[in-house]
């Protein structure tokens, strides 16, 4: 099993990042019932106005070579798209577990 987890900052005011952040949410949730290879999905979005960073999500998948499964879908494809014009910083790590 691989947990995938990422992490993004936004751009824009905080109204305009939390409603992209709601809208990738609610993209990300629906993924486990698209994507066969998505165990489990935990999407949440910062609510500290101290730090940086908006949105975090954790997947558990398979194996590594699911991840490029998952990442390579057109549900998630989607998904990310919503990101497009908002997205400044992206940070993920890849494990076993």
Same mark, same amino acid.
């Given at each position: 099993m691989v947990k995938h987890i990422v992490t993004f900052k936004l751009?824009?005011?905080?109204a305009e990042r939390r409603e992209v952040s709601m809208r990738f949410k609610r993209a990300l949730d629906a993924l486990p019932g698209q994507i066969e290879v998505l165990q489990s999905i935990e999407v949440g979005i910062?609510?500290?106005p101290q730090e940086d960073w908006d *949105?975090?999500?954790? $997947?558990? *998948?398979?194996?590594? $070579?699911d *991840?490029?499964?998952y990442a390579k879908h057109p549900a998630h494809v989607a998904a990310a798209a919503l990101l497009a014009g908002h997205k400044e910083s992206r940070a993920c790590v890849d494990y076993q577990l």
């Open positions: 751009t824009g005011s905080g910062n609510e500290n *949105v975090v999500l954790t $997947a558990i *998948v398979p194996s590594m $070579a *991840v490029e499964v």
